[in-house]
């Protein structure tokens, strides 16, 4: 089946600074998703991608779908204590009667004050 | 609206035991999914439905059972325990051309 490699696998940084993610794929999507994690929750949607080459932001994070359609990448800039979590991407395809996540296996954000 | 609601949080079960996990939605979304979250593996699709009376198969179904009687719920059964099945699981919900999912809080099971 498709797989996701999404990496780093773990970060530790200070306060302030810009962070980046990526994930790649052995084969294509039609959308790109960003979900966040906090501890002891369920992850929420950051930002959703839908286009090849398409470039969004929300805030402080910009997210990138990949030309190829079989990457996309994550940057957060100017880093908050807040942004701790699990950074999770997923690729989606409409097929069918039904569009499945395929989610990569997560990107954990640690952010020293 | 309170979204995807998701029973207990926490749950110890011994080995053989049985129990549900509850999920239920108020968005009247037509798809709904169970997934397991192992650490460091990303989540995985357990079982998902299209809608009510629909049910099919994802990756990792094996141990588990599910069914869709009405739009809101979507119970996830385990049958007999095993210790493989110790992991938090999620439920989520969206509709036919919405792009991304609604996520439960999650239900924490340990099977000793």
């Known amino acids: 089946g498709q797989q996701l490699n999404q990496s780093p696998q773990s970060m530790f940084i200070q306060e302030g600074e810009d962070v980046s993610m990526n994930c790649t794929s052995s084969s294509i999507f039609n959308t790109w998703l960003w979900y966040k994690q906090d501890p002891g929750e369920g992850p929420v949607l950051l930002i959703a991608l839908y286009k090849a080459g398409e470039l969004t932001s929300n805030g402080r994070l910009t997210a990138q779908f990949g030309i190829t359609r079989k990457d996309s990448f994550l940057n957060i800039s100017a880093s908050i204590p807040s942004d701790v979590g699990i950074y999770f991407c997923a690729g989606m395809n409409y097929g069918g009667s039904q569009g499945n996540l395929i989610f990569g296996k997560g990107t954990k954000l640690s952010v020293k004050p | 609206n309170a979204g995807v609601t998701q029973t207990p949080k926490f749950r110890i079960l011994k080995i053989g035991q049985s129990m549900t996990l509850q999920c239920t939605q108020d968005?009247?979304?037509?798809?709904m999914y169970w997934y397991r979250q192992d650490p460091g593996m990303g989540l995985k699709l357990i079982y998902y439905?299209?809608?009510?009376?629909?049910?099919d198969k994802g990756e990792v179904p094996n141990g588990y059972n599910v069914s869709r009687s009405t739009t809101e719920d979507f119970p996830l059964r385990l049958e007999l325990a095993a210790p493989s099945q110790t992991s938090v699981y999620f439920c989520a919900s969206n509709n036919r051309g919405a792009h991304g999912y609604t996520f439960g809080s999650g239900t924490r099971l340990t099977v000793v």
């Open positions: 439905s299209v809608g009510a009376g629909i049910t």
């Open positions: 968005m009247n979304h037509n798809y």
